[in-house]
Structure formats: C-alpha cells, structure tokens
C-alpha cells in the first residue's frame, strides 16, 4: 500500500513548544489573554508561520486572523477552513487551541510541497478571544465571524480588567480592516485536544466529535449585612457568604444527581468587605452550567432560579443575576464526522464518536457551514492547566487526520 503523505511532526511540535513559551511569566505560568501584549506576541509568530507557507494574511475587525492559499485556478470557489484560537486561559496549557493552529499551517505547507493543487482556497484562520476570560462571552470572535453577535458590541466590550476590546485590539496592532465573515467557508474542520479524560482511558487516539453542549454562564450577586464576625449571633447574620457557599453546594447536589450529564462551575468567587473580621456584605460570583440537551440545560437553569429565590428568603439577603453567556448544544456535519472516522481507519487509528464538553469556535462555524472536529487524548483529561499534555505521536495522528480528511475536501475531482 502507498505510503500516506505526513505532515512534517518535528516542525509541528517544535513550534507548538515554541508558541506555548510565548505568554509565561517569571513564574513560569504561561497567560495569553485575549488582545494582551502577550496574545500580540503568539499572534506575530503565528502569523510569521503563515508567511512562511507563503498565505495571504488578512485581519478582519474582530482581530480574527485568516491565513489563505488561493490560486486563479480555485479563487472563485468557497475556501475550506480550519483553524482553532491562540488566546489562553490563566495559568494555561500550550495546546488548547494552539494545536488547531499551527496544526493547520502545518497541513497547509506539508500539502504545499506536496505540489498538491487543492480544487477549493485553504484558509487557517485564528479567532479572537475563544477563551472569554478577559471578556465575556467566549468563542467572541467566531461568533461576530458567524454572525451571532454585532462587531460594535463586542469590539465596545469591557473586560474584567475595565479595558475596552476595541482598544486593545488597535494597541496590539490587530484592529483589522474587512468585515468579519468576509469569506464564507464551504466547511469547517477544527483540530483540537480533547481536555476531558475519554480518549486517554479508553486508549484511543482520535475523537470524532458529532456534537458540543450547551453553554449557561451567568453572574450571581448576593447582597447581605456586613456586621462584626464576633459580637454578631449566628441567627442575627444576613451572610452573603454563607449564602454563595449554599449555591455551590446546591449546583454539586444537582449535577450529581444528573446522571453526569449536567457539569456545573463557580470559577469566579469575591465576597466585599474581604477582611477575615466582617461578615461579607456582598458576594459576587460566576455559574458555569452546561447539558449536552437544550431542554435538560434550561431545567437546570430554572432550578437554579428557583433555589435563588428560596435562599434570598431564608437567608434574608438580596440577590440578583446577570446573563453572560447562553449557547444552545450544537450537532456537527455527519458527513465530514465519517470522513474523520475513514481517515483515522485508513490510517490504521481507532476513533471514537464523542461530544465536545468544551465550547470550540467550531460551535460557531456550524451555524454557517457544514463544521465538525478531530479530537486527541489529554493525558488525564487534564486541561486549562499547565499540566495539560498530548503525546507527540497523538499531535502527529491527529494533523495528519486532519491532512487527509483536508485533502478529501479539496480534491480535483
Ligand atoms: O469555555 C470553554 O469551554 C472554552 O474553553 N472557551
Ligand atoms: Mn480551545
Ligand atoms: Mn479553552
């Protein structure tokens, strides 16, 4: 049997090791928040990366960044894309988001000195601010690309920094000049790391993910009496405290009595006046809650409001909610998830159908073109971590699944 083209994996992972040195501190914590002076670093080596493949690189105004190789031939048909984010979380891994990048670039220039003459535009793009840490919500750039959210609301943004995004994006340079969505892809394939612990337990090297939960954040803010940590009888405190503690506990009760389907999260927790001797008057804090099913996630939701209004009550404080963010579960392209488990069989790699619990820019994508992903293993499902970690053989299986399921998109018939 003819060998399989590979990509070149000793480029590919000595620039993921190379991006992921971009952004880490004298800690060594490696941060790369969305429109920081560290994300204009990733993004300029990034983008010398794709100058090296010879694309035509192109800004539009959200900052995403599109690297194309198009041809006279092909230039009129709609391009194929894949492409992933570079913006980080705190204290973060080096491949989530990263690997679909420079796991893109890298089957676009292994394709290049292939000869290969694809029949349709290849386009990696880069989506702004996938992460949402620095401003809600996340997967922002993909979303004004797919058109789910006006370009001056999020580029008028504040981040929890009280930065502007539209700002910043021009301080680093990357304040672009076309209209988001600018090139309509004719599909969307999105390489990423699994970051949840399936493939690696069950010793498998690629997911083909035909669907992604569904996404509720919201800020909690709970408003009680400051009083004196001492004097104060415990049936006289109004404790926003106590009251943020019996909402996290009652998020846990839920998703352990969900048959695992539902996960919830309070990653973002301030309680005011912050001093070890006053009762906190004020508690503030995020709730990330997700469900695979829209009508399970909206249960959870309506639970939720219903245990707030029941606590306010016996616990006599004042509480409110902010929406941030709500994504309904999406269900990816059937046909290119096959192309995905006929690469990996042609390769002689066992693949498994699985569902995303991670929100992906290929969310967004799906609402305007045929979109699917190609997951690897995280060893211990560990992800969002510095010790998030893909074995290189994996990172290699994974592009050249990518390569192969590229080239079925692309081929002159
Ligand atoms: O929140 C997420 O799932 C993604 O990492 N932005
Ligand atoms: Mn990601
Ligand atoms: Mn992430």
Known sequence: ??????????????????????????????????????????RDAVVAWMKDADLKIVVDRIGNISGIWSSLENESQE?????????????AG?????????????????LKEEGYTPSR???????????????APDMMGSLV??????????????????????EELKRIGYEGTVEPGFLKPHAFIELHIEQGPILDSIKTPIGAVENLQGISWQRVTIDGVANHAGTTPTAMRKDAGLAAAKVITFLRDRCNNSNATTVATVGCIELEPNAINVIPSRATFTVDLRNPNED???????????????????DGVKISTERLVRFEPVIFDENIVKLVENAAKERGLESKRMTSGAGQDAQMLACICPTAMIFVPSVDGISHNPKEFTPGDDLVAGANVLLDVVSKLTETK
């Open 79 to 91: 391009p194929l894309m894949v492409g992933s984010h570079i913006d980080t979380v705190i204290n």
């Open 296 to 314: 399970r996630l909206k249960e959870e939701e309506s639970a939720l409001d219903e245990y707030l209004k029941q606590l306010a009550e016996t």
């Open 145 to 166: 690309y797919a058109g789910g959210l006006s370009l001056d609301e999020a580029l008028a943004t504040v981040g929890t920094d009280g930065t502007i995004l539209g």
């Open 1 to 42: 049997m003819k060998s399989k083209l590979s990509i070149n994996g000793e480029r590919l992972l000595s620039r993921l090791k190379e991006l992921g040195q971009i952004g880490v501190d004298e800690e060594g914590k490696l941060t790369r928040l969305a429109a920081s002076d560290t994300n204009k670093e990733g």
């Open 94 to 110: 080096i491949y989530d988001g990263c690997y679909g990048v420079i796991g893109g670039i890298e089957v676009i220039k292994t």
């Open 121 to 135: 535009p290849i386009v990696v793009g880069v989506f702004t601010n996938e992460e949402g840490v620095r401003y």
